[in-house]
Nanobody, 128 residues
């Protein structure tokens, strides 16, 4: 079974940084669309960033563009989310998701229903 495991969450103050990691195992595709989503209680899951591993194209939500960077280490089958200049509104449970390349290339990267594989999540808390 495909397994995605997130790590790197924690508590930081406004303006601080964190780097999240998502390790994928037993993934059946040579290339894929991998994304980070976040969710707070009572709110819809929000697409934060995504990367198409076949070409390296990245995608970002307007709310994090310029502050967050998504990348992947293919040798380790791991995707990262570098988060800088953190704000209190970034506080959420962050989830890693993966699916076929078409989800990224077709402009569906921010739609959680289009992703078939999910991690358990890692909590990010930003305080002032």
């Amino acid at each position: 079974q495909v397994q995605l495991v997130e790590s790197g969450g924690g508590s930081v103050q406004t303006g601080g940084s964190l780097r999240l990691s998502c390790a994928a195992s037993r993934y059946p595709y040579s290339s894929n669309c991998m994304a980070w989503f976040r969710q707070v209680p009572g709110k819809e899951r929000e697409g934060v960033a995504a990367i198409y591993t076949g070409g390296g194209t990245t995608y970002y939500a307007d709310s994090v563009k310029g502050r967050f960077t998504i990348s992947q280490d293919n040798a380790k089958s791991t995707v990262y989310l570098q988060m800088n200049s953190l704000k209190t509104e970034d506080t959420a449970m962050y989830y890693c998701a993966a699916d076929l390349p078409s989800v990224c290339v077709g402009g569906r990267w921010s739609h959680d229903a289009d992703f078939g594989y999910w991690g358990q999540g890692t909590q990010v808390t930003v305080s002032s």
